[in-house]
T-cell receptor, first 115, second 116 residues
Framework: KAGVTQTPRYLIKTRGQQVTLSCSPISGHRSVSWYQQTPGQGLQFLFEYFSETQRNKGNFPGRFSGRQFSNSRSEMNVSTLELGDSALYLC??????????????FGPGTRLTVL | AQTVTQSQPEMSVQEAETVTLSCTYDTSESNYYLFWYKQPPSRQMILVIRQEAYKQQNATENRFSVNFQKAAKSFSLKISDSQLGDTAMYFCAFMKRETSGSRLTFGEGTQLTVNP
């Protein structure tokens, strides 16, 4: 079974631009979560989607948004990019069979650099 | 809010030896899950082991085992017979049991280097 895939793997943008990152979960997985990883702040939870609905949200400004499609694929969008948005963005999927605690499996990440 | 603390930013071990990585957490929850993930230089986050808080038995996965002390809120990872491929950043993570949804709270990480 294929793992979690993320596209693109690398991205360079300039301040003020917007960016969209994509994540395809493991086949059959219904929950998709997004995390931001930076040297200063470590790994931080952005949001989680399940059945096309945002189910959990971390403490990030409204410039960070996401969505999930009917096939469970997810996208996250960052508008008005700032230098501090430079990070590795990780997507994780889980089976979510109606119970919590399902293990999250991660994709390879998208490295975003904001110049 | 839950917090996870890994007090060892860096550790090193000789190949074939045993090493233990420490993790403590703070929570008022009684039902939760704990994980260890490794992140090698490729940056791919890989699950190492998982522990359910209601299970008293420590989880094991081949050369990896945990020492889960619920009262002390401690969750250490022991790697036996260390291999060069174990070189990675190791993250301890907490997930509380919620009625819906889930999120991982990560520690700061421990960089483990296995030396030949």
């Amino acid at each position: 079974k294929a793992g979690v895939t993320q596209t693109p793997r690398y991205l360079i943008k300039t301040r003020g631009q917007q960016v969209t990152l994509s994540c395809s979960p493991i086949s059959g997985h219904r929950s998709v979560s997004w995390y931001q990883q930076t040297p200063g702040q470590g790994l931080q939870f952005l949001f989680e989607y399940f059945s096309e609905t945002q189910r959990n949200k971390g403490n990030f400004p409204g410039r960070f948004s996401g969505r999930q499609f009917s096939n469970s694929r997810s996208e996250m969008n960052v508008s008005t990019l700032e230098l501090g948005d430079s990070a590795l963005y990780l997507c994780a999927s889980s089976l979510d069979r109606g119970r919590t605690g399902d293990t999250q499996y991660f994709g390879p990440g998208t490295r975003l650099t904001v110049l | 809010a839950q917090t996870v603390t890994q007090s060892q930013p860096e550790m090193s071990v000789q190949e074939a030896e045993t090493v233990t990585l420490s993790c403590t957490y703070d929570t008022s929850e009684s039902n939760y899950y704990l994980f260890w993930y490794k992140q090698p230089p490729s940056r791919q986050m890989i699950l190492v082991i998982r522990q359910e808080a209601y299970k008293q038995q420590n989880a094991t996965e081949n050369r990896f085992s945990v020492n889960f002390q619920k009262a002390a809120k401690s969750f250490s990872l022991k790697i036996s017979d260390s291999q060069l491929g174990d070189t990675a950043m190791y993250f301890c993570a907490f997930m509380k049991r919620e009625t819906s949804g889930s999120r991982l709270t990560f520690g700061e990480g421990t960089q483990l280097t296995v030396n030949p």
